[in-house]
Every structure is written in structure tokens, then in C-alpha cells.
């Protein structure tokens, strides 16, 4: 069976029980028929003599009692759902008992129950039964696979053998020739072919003619569309014509085959070689369309790989080279099977096959190499992310190629060729799984309108992990796994993993988050209309309608969260049986988390802060940009962002400047020179108070004399901003006027001095007397202003 049967046969054993489950029988399984076949069962595995067709016939026909079983357990639980149910309406029985009426209803559902039970239970132990059964099939038949692959057989380097090889092609050859010669020489064979020969000669013309110019029909039609920087809708269109590298030669190749099946002149082996013609057309064409899509002929055409043009030639002759010996190896497979070709001989006829295929393996891994050097010498290369992974391939590769020319050079032909040939397919699954997630993506940014946002978002992730998931069906396929297998394998997880009373499935998690999406979606734009359109409209202020935004937010994903586990079907109760065992846990361990979301929540509802507001907290000066579960994040006047556990905002102190309003007081300390009129400087500090425009008339500015200090009489102006974000702004406009009024007005403003006297001078330095008068030093410094009564910050409060 090829490889493309065995999909389809995948296909069919996935899908057809997903569509015979919907008109599942309920009718009682043949317990007694099924007896007899698991005692049939067990004797052939205990016996291990059976052939090989007949221990997977044997196998189907497990699989389907187990399915049987399966439908009768889901049938008769519906009858014991509605008898539990009525035994839950009537309740516990009450302390002075039932009445006559009740007792005998409860006794009647009783006995019900009990006898709904037997089926279900004998339902069980039957495919319990089936699975064990099918377990030692899978057994005999791996052990029979494997001991197959470790035979060691003749080595095709004896020259002796060489002839078993060519006998056995020849032979199958001039069987074939015998075939069509007795064929031909029927009369009627004759009258048919000359009656449709004018059929044939179109079909075998048209199909050549694919064949032939199919390629370059499709490199025309690439190069009319292809431009440099092209856009993604017109690389979705070469893109999608490059297919036709493919398409139009494989169509020819159909055309040819039914070309020949009309002449009638194809015999048994002829029949099988036009049967496998098609799909060894397609095994030597599809790897050709990989390599011209990971190796592009263009200079300027960005490939998956990253390379130069000289390793891009070589990985497409390799590509080339490659499909010729997987469409010879597909013809070769079904020919000998047929005609039952000898140990020797398959050994000598896939030798070279294996040889070649080891050798360009080793070649492929040079060039994977290559892309690794690149990517790893500019960080900036595309496929930077790829690039451990593809030196992870190139070194299996490398190994395999090894690995399986050693193997059929000593006699493990069998062995060789179940390891090299799946890795190629597996490579080159690799490859178009890149380059269709290379599609996929283009495609996606032809809908979004920018291809750098989706490249670089959670979609390219997604679609390769989903490309990946794909995928496992074929690379199991590859490397031998039976269809019934796969088909098993894919209904097991589709029937989920149970873990106590809760199943957790793929249909559970897509239906989980599917609706949790939709709820999330519908809260998302209940708190935009809310933002934009309702709040504005209320008298709240901006702290307010985060406030409400916020907790519509958190309220809005916890009832999608609960309503998207209901709608799997997990129970509430467990989850909450759970959670109450792990709070334990949980307050030890994550205490301070606990306490922060706390926090952050009365922070929502009490509104202590809001954003924009400006605080102080631990030391830590600046405006608050956003209130999370956990944390706040304040900007800071140096444009830094301090995050703080929402914690020490609701147990600590914390200073709000704004809370409320943006009304402040700023003070402005000044000096003076003794002598100076006070009442003059008064007038002054009122006038430069007055004048700007950030102070308030009411209540008015005014000028306090706080005293006599050690070289000057203090001032200070005393009044209320409108806005107290902008103190030091005020405070230094105000600075400015004063100093401008005070030189017009000639009034000083004093620095400290200090008189230093010398006693005794003389005495200081008796050999050579020096004359010292009284020297005055005068020590100039910046009088710093006195802040200890400022309400508003000093510093860079307020640097707007």
C-alpha cells in the first residue's frame, strides 16, 4: 500500500466512525458472538502463527466490538441519568420514613437503577477485554516488524548477488512485455485499440504535452506577475501559480496513464505499474516544487532558507535528484511485491537507491549547514529563530545518511530502508510546512493590510504550532505506523484525558475558549463604550472612569471564565473543592500577591489615587499612569517608571498632592539687607503675588515677615495655585520678577559675612616680623531658601 492510500485510509477511519457514532445502534452487543471471537483472538496470540493479513484483519474487527461497547455504555447511561435524577427528586428518606406511595416508588427506581447497571457494566468489562486483546495483536505485530528489520540478509558488495538483482528487474520486465503481447494478440484487443486509438492518441498527445511544457507554461505566467518588493496579494499569486509545476505535470501523467488503460494491452503487472505511475509522479514532482521554493531561481526572491545562489543551485539539483529516486523507489516497491523478488534481489536493486539517497542527504545537510552559518555570522538575517533548529536537522541528517548506507552495505537492506527514506519525507515535510506557514502568513496580511504586524505577532506562532500538530498523522505514516493505529490514536485524543470526574478533550479546550473569547471580546467592548461614550457624559472624574472601566474589566472576564468552564462541562463544585484545598497553599505562598490584588481592588473602589494624580510614597515622587491588580506604576519627574505593590499604597502613607483638586500653596522665601523699608518689600511681594497669572485672587496672596536672621530680615510670599503641578514653574517666574524689582528699587539682597582677627601676630613668626593688618574675609554664598513650611514639594515637583 502507498503512501497515499494509507492517508486515505487515515482519512476514512478518522471521519466514517465520527459519522456511524451518530446513528449509533442501541441495541445489546452479541455478548455471546463476542465470546467466541475474543476466544479466537486470544488462541491466535498466543499462538503467533497467524500471517500477517490476517492478525489486521483480526485487529479491525477488535477495534469495532470495542467501539460496539463503547456505544452501548453511552446509550444506557441516558436511562441511568434519568433514574438517578428521579431518585434525587424524591431526596433523602425523611426521619419518620416515607409513606406507602413514596417508599414504593423509591424502591421501584431502586431496583431500576441496579438492573440499568448490569448492561453497563458487563459493557465494560467487554472492552476492557477487547483493549487487552488489541494490545497483543499490537504486540506480535511489532515484534514481527521489527524482527523483520533486524534480519540480516545477503550484502549487495558481493558481486555474486549483482546478478539476483538485474534477473529479478528483467523478469519483471518481460513480464510485463508478455502481457501486452498476449494481449495484442487477441482479435478483439485489436478492433478496440484501432476503434480508440483516435481516444488514445488525444489523451496520451495532451497529457505529453503537459508533461513536457507544463513547467515552462508555469515559469511564463510566474515571471509576467513577479516584481521586485512585491505586495502580498500578487506574492500570494505567483505563489499559488507555482503549483502549477505540479499540477499541470501530474494531470499529464493521469491523461498518459488512462491513455494506456484504454488500449486494453496492460495486464496484471501492467496494471500495477500504471497504478503506481501516478503517485510515483507525484513522489518525484512534489520535492522538485519544495526545492524551487526553499532554493528560489531569483536573486532577489527571499527563500525560508538563507543562502547564497551557488548553495540555492545545488538544493535544487539535490531536490531534483532526490524526487527521481523516490519516484523510482514507489515503482520499485509495488513491482516487487508482486512478483515476490528475493531477499538478494531487493537487496542488490536498493542498494544503489539507498546509496544515492544517503549521499544526497549528506549534501542537503551541507547546505541546511550553510543557512545556519549565515544566520549565526548576521543577527540580522531572516531566519535567525530557525537557525539551532535546522542545525539540529542538518546533524540527524547527516547521521541518518551515515547510519543507513553502513546498514545496507553489511545486508540490513530492509533496515536501511525504513530509515532513510521516511527522513527524506519527513525533511521535506519540514520544508512545506515553511513554506505553506510562509503563505498562510502572506495571506493573513493581505486581510490586515500589514504584513510586518502579523509576522511579528502571536498569529505566526499559532499557524506553525497548528501546521506542526498537522503534520504528526504524516511523519507517523512515514516511519510505519498502521492507519487503524493513527485512527486510534487521534479518537483517543479527541475523546480527552479524564481526570477524576472531568474530561479534558480538544473539543473541551476549543469550546473553553471559544466562548471565554467571546466573553472577553464583549468586555472589551463594553468598556470601550463605556470610555468613550458613556462616562464622559457623567459627572466622575478621570479616576472615576478608570475606576468603573477597570472593574467592569475584572468582572466582565471572571463571568466569561465561569461561564466558559460551564459550558465544557466541568463541574464547579470539584474545581471549588479543589481551590479549598490548595488555599492553604496559597495563603503561605502567595500571601503577598493575595495582598497586593486585595489591595489593588480597594484602591478601584475607595479611589485614595487616581491616575494622574501626584504623590509621594516611600520616598518616590511622581504622577500615577496606571493601577493594576498587583502594582501602580508612577511616572517620575526624571520620566522614570517606579513600580509599587499596591500593598504599600493602602497600608503605607502616601501623600497626594492632587487628590481631589490641583489646588496648591507655593512659598517663596527671600532676604533682605538691614536698613531696607519692610513695608516696601511688602508691597513688592505683593505685586509680583498679584501679577502672576497661576495665583488665585481669592483667597488673596499675602507676604509674612518672619523675622530678623543672622544677616538679613526674611520674607515670604504666601499664596494658592490654581494648579500646584505648576510650583516650581511659579515659584521661578516669581524668583525672577522679585530680583528685577529689587534692582530697580535698590534694595540688596544680603550674603552672610564673617570678620576673622588675628591676636598677636607677631608672635607667630619671630624670624622674619611681618606687619599684619586686620584682615576681613568675606565668604559669598547662595542663601538657600528655608522649605520647611512649604505644603507643595520642592525639587522637580511639577517640571511640566
Known amino acids: 500500500m502507498t503512501f497515499l492510500r494509507r492517508a486515505l485510509a487515515v482519512l476514512l477511519l478518522v471521519v466514517l466512525p465520527g459519522l456511524s457514532g451518530l446513528a449509533a445502534q442501541t441495541d445489546p452487543p452479541d455478548f455471546e458472538r463476542w ?63 416515607d409513606t406507602e406511595a413514596v417508599a414504593a416508588e423509591r424502591a ?63 523478469q519483471s520486465m518481460v513480464h ?9 494478440a487477441y482479435e478483439w484487443t485489436n478492433k478496440e485499440f484501432q476503434r480508440n486509438l483516435p481516444r488514445i492518441l488525444f489523451l496520451f498527445l495532451l497529457g505529453a504535452l503537459l508533461v513536457v511544457r507544463g513547467r515552462n507554461w508555469t515559469d511564463r505566467a510566474q515571471a509576467s506577475l513577479y516584481q521586485e518588493g512585491m505586495s ?117 536493486v536498493y542498494f544503489p537507491l539507498i546509496l544515492v539517497s544517503g549521499l544526497l542527504m549528506l549534501r542537503f545537510a551541507r547546505i541546511l549547514r550553510a543557512h545556519v552559518d549565515t544566520v549565526r555570522a548576521d543577527a540580522k538575517a531572516d531566519g535567525a529563530i530557525s537557525a539551532q533548529v535546522v542545525s539540529l536537522l542538518a546533524k540527524a541528517l547527516r547521521a541518518v545518511a551515515i547510519v543507513g548506507m553502513v546498514l545496507v552495505a553489511v545486508g540490513y537492506a530492509r533496515g536501511a530502508a525504513a530509515l532513510v527514506f521516511p527522513a527524506i519525507y519527513t525533511v521535506f515535510l519540514g520544508g512545506l510546512i515553511g513554506i505553506l506557514h510562509r503563505g498562510l502568513i502572506r495571506f493573513l496580511s493581505l486581510l490586515s493590510g500589514d504584513q510586518e504586524s502579523v509576522e511579528s505577532s502571536l498569529w505566526s506562532v499559532l499557524l506553525a504550532f497548528l501546521l506542526l500538530i ?22 483517543k485524543i479527541g475523546a480527552g484525558l479524564r481526570v477524576g470526574d472531568v474530561t479534558i478533550s480538544p473539543r473541551e479546550v476549543l469550546i473553553f475558549i471559544a466562548v471565554f473569547g467571546v466573553g472577553y471580546g464583549l468586555t472589551r467592548l463594553l468598556q470601550s463604550t463605556l470610555r468613550n461614550s458613556v462616562l464622559p457624559r457623567t459627572k ?24 466558559a468552564i460551564q459550558n465544557t462541562g466541568i463541574d464547579l463544585g470539584s474545581i471549588a473543592l479543589v481551590a479549598s484545598a490548595l488555599s492553604v497553599g496559597i495563603g503561605f505562598g502567595l500571601q503577598t500577591v493575595v495582598s497586593n490584588f486585595v489591595s489593588g481592588i480597594i484602591l478601584l473602589i475607595e479611589r ?141 539682597i544680603p550674603f552672610p559675612q564673617q570678620d576673622i582677627w588675628l591676636r598677636n601676630p607677631e608672635k607667630l613668626n619671630t624670624s622674619h616680623p611681618v606687619q599684619v593688618e586686620p584682615v576681613s574675609v568675606a565668604q559669598t554664598a547662595a542663601m538657600p531658601p528655608d522649605l520647611s513650611d512649604v505644603d507643595a514639594p520642592d525639587g522637580d515637583g511639577g517640571d511640566r
Not at 470 to 491: C, H, K
Request: glycine share 10%; hydrophobic share 45%; net charge negative.
Open 35 to 97: 465470546g467466541r471471537v475474543s476466544a479466537r483472538a486470544a488462541e491466535a496470540i498466543d499462538a503467533g502463527r497467524a500471517s500477517q493479513v490476517a492478525m489486521e484483519t483480526l485487529r479491525g474487527q477488535l477495534v469495532d466490538w470495542r467501539s460496539t461497547f463503547a456505544n452501548a455504555q453511552s446509550a444506557y447511561s441516558v436511562n441511568i441519568q434519568t433514574l438517578k435524577a428521579q431518585l434525587d427528586r424524591l431526596g433523602p428518606v425523611p426521619e419518620g420514613g
Open 108 to 170: 421501584r427506581l431502586e431496583t431500576a437503577l441496579a438492573q440499568a447497571r448490569e448492561p453497563i457494566l458487563q459493557a465494560e468489562l467487554a472492552e476492557t477485554e477487547a483493549d487487552e486483546l488489541i494490545a497483543g495483536v499490537d504486540k506480535v505485530l511489532q515484534e514481527r516488524r521489527t524482527a523483520e528489520l533486524l534480519q540480516r540478509g545477503p550484502t549487495p558488495l558481493n558481486p555474486a548477488n549483482w546478478a539476483s538483482g538485474w534477473d529479478a528487474i528483467t
Open 176 to 184: 510485463v512485455i508478455g502481457e501486452v503481447r498476449t494481449a495484442w
Open 232 to 348: 502580498s496579494g500578487r506574492w500570494l499569486g505567483v505563489f499559488l501559480i507555482s503549483l502549477g509545476h505540479v499540477i499541470l505535470p501530474l494531470v499529464g501523467v493521469f491523461l498518459v496513464t488512462e491513455a494506456l488503460y484504454v488500449t486494453d494491452l496492460a495486464g496484471i503487472r501492467g496494471g500495477i505499474l500504471l497504478q503506481a505511475l501516478p503517485v510515483a509522479a507525484f513522489m518525484s514532482l512534489m520535492p522538485v516544487w519544495i526545492g524551487r521554493r526553499l532554493f528560489p531561481i531569483r536573486e532577489g526572491e527571499q527563500g525560508v532558507l538563507v543562502l547564497s545562489e551557488q548553495h540555492r543551485r545545488e538544493g535544487r539539483y539535490d531536490c531534483l535528484l532526490i524526487g527521481v529516486v523516490l519516484g523510482v523507489e514507489t515503482m520499485i516497491r509495488d513491482v516487487s511485491r508482486y512478483d515476490n523478488w528475493s531477499e538478494t534481489a531487493s537487496a542488490v
Open 470 to 491: 498537522a503534520a504528526v498523522p504524516l511523519v507517523l505514516l512515514f516511519w510505519g505506523a498502521g492507519p487503524q493505529y493513527i485512527s486510534e490514536l487521534i479518537q
Open 540 to 563: 466622575l472624574d478621570a479616576g472615576g472612569q478608570n475606576a468603573v472601566v477597570a472593574g467592569v474589566g475584572y468582572v466582565g472576564l471572571t463571568v466569561a471564565a465561569i461561564i
Open 608 to 748: 485614595p489615587i487616581a491616575e494622574g494624580d501626584w504623590i509621594e510614597v516611600n520616598g518616590q515622587m511622581g504622577y500615577v499612569r496606571d493601577i493594576s491588580v498587583r502594582s501602580t506604576r508612577i511616572e517620575t519627574f526624571d520620566r522614570t517608571d517606579v513600580i509599587i505593590p499596591n500593598s504599600d499604597l493602602v497600608a503605607g502613607t502616601v501623600t497626594n498632592y492632587t487628590r481631589g483638586n490641583t489646588v496648591g500653596r507655593v512659598i517663596v522665601p527671600v532676604g533682605v539687607a538691614y536698613g531696607t523699608d519692610p513695608r516696601l518689600v511688602e508691597k513688592i511681594l505683593l505685586d509680583v503675588a498679584n501679577a502672576h497669572p497661576m495665583v488665585l485672587a481669592t483667597p488673596a496672596p499675602y507676604v509674612v515677615f518672619q523675622g530678623f536672621g543672622a544677616s538679613s530680615l526674611d520674607f515670604e510670599i504666601r499664596a494658592i495655585l490654581r494648579d500646584v503641578n505648576w510650583v516650581l514653574s511659579v515659584r521661578s517666574d516669581m524668583n525672577y520678577d522679585i530680583a528685577q524689582r529689587f534692582m530697580e528699587a535698590g534694595i540688596e
